[in-house]
């Protein structure tokens, strides 16, 4: 079967390149013609001796994952959908600014924690993404944006932030993390790659050992009886269990504040009291506060939070000393903000009943 090399990291392809005989140097060499120049083909690979890459080309190929459509928002932002095989397609989304260009990274074909705001987690889940498949977006979208070359830096940060749950597919998530961090391939700085969860306690434990990166949790509420709802992993990993994770992932981390992410639910997650409660349950992490606006998607029973009342909750937060930003909705015309990626998924988990949502319904 041909390997791909595109699914080892440094260490990985070490451990390849010595099982055919051959010496680490060269390992580094594919390594950065792979990712620093963008090269697939081992015959463009020309520091290589021509029987390395007839060996190569004989055991082996560098495969990223196919694009299936390439879309551009009138605000500059490109949606990339990605095919991961077997009918399953994900999303990839390129968000650039003044100071940066940001790639927003799938990890998962769908996703099986069932949020209740999100398009992603109303899909069901498919599978987990091969190293390749979370590596071949940045390798894909280095290309497409025509920054392979030399150190132009077209995409300066990273964020796991795309379809699924990064630390539910934890390995794959890993590797991958090492390439974008490594000189010979990336060379991202650890500040520069955010890996976002909806808090998956012990894994937040192992990556603060493994691999620290900057932070990003999906709070979406003050207290467990609502986040019990909206987020269902919280069931298993309670807010105070959360919060005990995130102080200790601070004792590792590259930058010296968690980011709560917050989508804001119109008459849901979004009052002044509520705001307060949030800040007496994060008083003990050093943190900043992201709001996103609720992204609609079809069948949604959410509605995003009114302009004004964002803006209000953002200023309680800000008064109790609290960093906090709005997030800006970005390509929301091509359908590629937060929470809206869909791509396709061949839903796996079956969900026998669609579940309702209990806070709705006491609501309407
Ligand atoms: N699974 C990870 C990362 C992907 S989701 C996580 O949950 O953190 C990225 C962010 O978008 C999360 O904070 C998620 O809660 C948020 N999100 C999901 N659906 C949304 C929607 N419809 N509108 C706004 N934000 C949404
Ligand atoms: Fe999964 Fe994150 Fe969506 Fe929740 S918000 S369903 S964890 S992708």
Not at 312 to 324: A, N, W, Y
Request: hydrophobic share 40%; net charge neutral.
């Amino acid at each position: 079967m041909t390997v791909n090399l595109l699914d080892y990291d440094a260490a990985g392809l070490t451990a390849w390149f010595a099982e055919q005989g051959e010496k680490p140097f060269r390992a580094k060499q594919v390594l950065r013609w792979m990712h620093r120049s963008g090269v697939a083909d081992f015959d463009a690979m020309t520091d290589l001796a021509k029987s390395l890459r007839d060996k190569l080309k004989a055991l082996a190929a560098v495969l990223p994952p196919a694009v299936v459509s390439d879309r551009l928002s009138d605000d500059g932002t490109r949606k990339f959908l990605i095919d991961v095989g077997n009918a399953n397609a994900v999303e990839t989304v390129f968000i650039p600014e003044d100071e940066r260009g940001t790639l927003c990274i799938s990890t998962q074909a769908g996703c099986a924690l069932d949020c209740a705001f999100c398009s992603t987690g109303k899909q069901g889940f498919n599978r987990n993404l091969t190293v390749a498949e979370i590596i071949g977006q940045l390798w894909l979208a280095n290309k497409a944006l025509g920054a392979v070359h030399g150190d132009e830096r077209v995409i300066s940060n990273v964020v796991l932030m795309g379809m699924g749950e990064p630390l539910a597919n934890y390995d794959n998530t890993v590797t991958a993390l090492h390439l974008m961090l490594d000189d010979n391939a990336y060379g991202l700085s650890r500040r520069r790659v955010t890996v976002s969860t909806s808090g998956l306690v012990p894994v937040i434990d192992r990556l603060r050992d493994d691999c620290p990166v900057a932070l990003a949790v999906s709070l979406h509420a003050p207290n467990d009886a609502l986040r019990d709802q909206l987020v269902p992993i919280n069931q298993k990993y309670p807010l105070a269990s959360l919060m005990g994770a995130c102080q200790r992932y601070l004792t590792k981390a590259p930058r010296d504040f968690i980011t709560f992410e917050y989508t804001m639910l119109a008459g849901v997650n979004d009052s002044d009291a509520q705001a307060r409660e949030l800040l007496a349950l994060v008083r003990d992490v050093p943190c900043k506060f992201n709001l996103i606006p609720f992204n609609p998607f079809p069948d949604s029973p959410f509605r995003r939070s009114p302009a004004e009342r964002v803006r209000r909750f953002g200023e309680i937060l800000l008064q109790g000393g609290i960093v906090t930003t709005t997030r800006k909705t970005r390509g929301d015309d091509i359908d590629a903000a937060c929470g809206q990626l869909a791509g396709q998924v061949q839903d796996k988990t079956r969900r026998r009943v669609e579940k309702t949502i209990p806070i709705m319904e006491s609501r309407a």
